[in-house]
């Protein structure tokens, strides 16, 4: 269980709402869907790296919007790699979930 998981388990305990929401509570997804970029990474292979922006969401793939984003997003980067790279990606074998901000 990650420091996110304990947290709002915790929060549903203190607030006494144990069945307001399952592992993550709602959010809404905000983020630039062709904000992303590969790169490849010692002992890695061909990363896919999103950034996930403002986003408040959990960056965890157990979660279904997030799960969706990813799936969006790693289809549009496999149509851009194919059209920069002149061949298609079968898989890529990491995909990391950031977010960077510009000071």
Same mark, same amino acid.
């Given at each position: 269980? !990650?420091?996110?998981?304990?947290? +709002?388990?915790? @929060?549903?305990?203190? @607030? *006494?709402?144990? $069945?307001?929401?399952?592992?993550? &509570?709602?959010?809404? &997804?905000?983020?630039?869907?062709?904000? +992303?970029?590969? $790169? !490849?990474?010692?002992?890695? %292979?061909?990363? @896919?790296?999103?950034?996930? %922006?403002?986003?408040?969401? &959990?960056?965890?793939?157990?979660?279904?919007? #997030?799960? $969706? #984003?990813?799936?969006?997003?790693?289809?549009?980067?496999?149509? !851009?790699?194919?059209?920069?790279? %002149?061949? &298609?990606? *079968?898989?890529?074998? !990491?995909?990391?979930?950031?977010? @960077?901000?510009?000071?």
């Amino acid at each position: 269980m !990650t420091a996110f998981e304990n947290y +709002f388990r915790a @929060l549903k305990k203190v @607030l *006494e709402m144990e $069945e307001a929401f399952d592992i993550w &509570p709602d959010f809404e &997804p905000q983020y630039d869907e062709k904000e +992303f970029w590969w $790169e !490849t990474l010692r002992g890695l %292979g061909e990363s @896919l790296i999103l950034n996930c %922006g403002r986003c408040d969401g &959990p960056s965890d793939l157990r979660n279904k919007r #997030c799960e $969706e #984003c990813v799936r969006k997003r790693e289809q549009i980067a496999k149509e !851009t790699y194919q059209r920069v790279m %002149g061949r &298609p990606i *079968e898989k890529w074998s !990491t995909i990391m979930l950031c977010r @960077l901000w510009q000071k």
